[in-house]
């Protein structure tokens, strides 16, 4: 079955940085477009960062513009999310997803999540 694990989560100081990373396995998606999301406690899942349109554009929401990076290595089948001069507000879980198609941005398969707590 396609399985998708996030790691690299975890407490880190308000400024510093993290690396989220999501491992694919079950089948390849290269080309595929493949997404972060996240949910704070009372709040609704909401788009990070993905890439959209048949897996190679790239698009950011603007509260992380300039701050997280989102990349891909088709090659071990993982994309990551470079996270700089984090804040506070961006204590989440964080989730990683992917289209079963490779034209559509239809999120299919979603990861557990992995915590990110950015303290004061």
């Known amino acids: 079955q396609v ?3 996030e790691s ?3 407490l880190v100081q ?3 940085s993290l690396r989220l990373s999501c491992a694919a396995s079950g089948r390849t998606f290269t080309n595929h477009p493949m997404a972060w999301f996240r949910q704070a406690p009372g709040k609704e899942r909401e788009f990070v960062a993905g890439f959209i349109k048949s897996g190679s554009s790239t698009a950011y929401a603007d509260s992380v513009k300039g701050r997280f990076t989102i990349s891909r290595d088709n090659a071990k089948n993982t994309v990551y999310l470079q996270m700089n001069s984090l804040k506070p507000e961006d204590t989440a879980v964080y989730y990683c997803a ?3 198609s490779s034209i559509r941005a239809g999120w299919d398969y979603w990861g557990q999540g992995t915590q990110v707590t950015v303290s004061s």
């Open 14 to 16: 308000a400024g510093g």
């Open 98 to 100: 992917a289209s079963q």
């Open 3 to 5: 399985q998708l694990v």
């Open 8 to 10: 690299g989560g975890g």
